[in-house]
Nanobody, 126 residues
C-alpha cells in the first residue's frame, strides 16, 4: 500500500514563488511516473506537470509552462514542484499522484494515476 503526502502550500502574493513537495512511502515509487494536478473551487481537476520514473522526461500544462518545474529525487522518494511567477489563477488544491506504467504521452490524464495524496492548498493573492 502506497502513500503520498504533499506539503509546501500556502498563501503568496502574485509574482511570488512556492515549492511543493510530495513524500512517497510504502511503495517503490522510483519505478513510477509522477504527476501534479490541481483543482480550483467549482472546477474539474486539471493536469499541471508530470515526470517519468527516470526523471529524463517532463511534461507541463500550457498554463504553467516556463513558470513551474517538476523534479524528483528517487533516493529520497520525493517529487517537487517549483512554482514561480504565481498568478491568482494558480489558486487551487494541488495533488501529487503516481502512475504505474502509463505511456508518457498519457500522463496528462488523471485516469492514468492510481495513488493520490490528500492535497495541499495554494492561494495566490492579487
Amino acid at each position: 500500500q502506497g502513500q503520498l503526502v504533499e506539503s509546501g502550500g500556502g498563501l503568496v502574493q502574485a509574482g511570488g514563488s512556492l515549492r511543493l513537495s510530495c513524500a512517497a512511502s510504502g511503495r517503490t515509487f522510483s519505478r513510477y511516473s509522477m504527476g501534479w494536478f490541481r483543482q480550483a473551487p467549482g472546477k474539474e481537476r486539471e493536469f499541471v506537470a508530470a515526470i517519468t520514473w527516470s526523471g529524463t522526461s517532463t511534461y507541463y500544462a500550457d498554463s504553467v509552462k516556463g513558470r513551474f518545474t517538476i523534479s524528483r529525487d528517487n533516493a529520497k522518494n520525493t517529487v517537487s514542484l517549483q512554482m514561480n511567477s504565481l498568478k491568482p489563477e494558480d489558486t487551487a488544491v494541488y495533488y501529487c499522484a503516481s502512475s504505474p506504467g502509463a505511456r508518457p504521452t498519457t500522463l496528462t490524464q488523471s485516469t492514468r494515476y492510481d495513488y493520490w495524496g490528500q492535497g495541499t492548498q495554494v492561494t495566490v493573492s492579487s
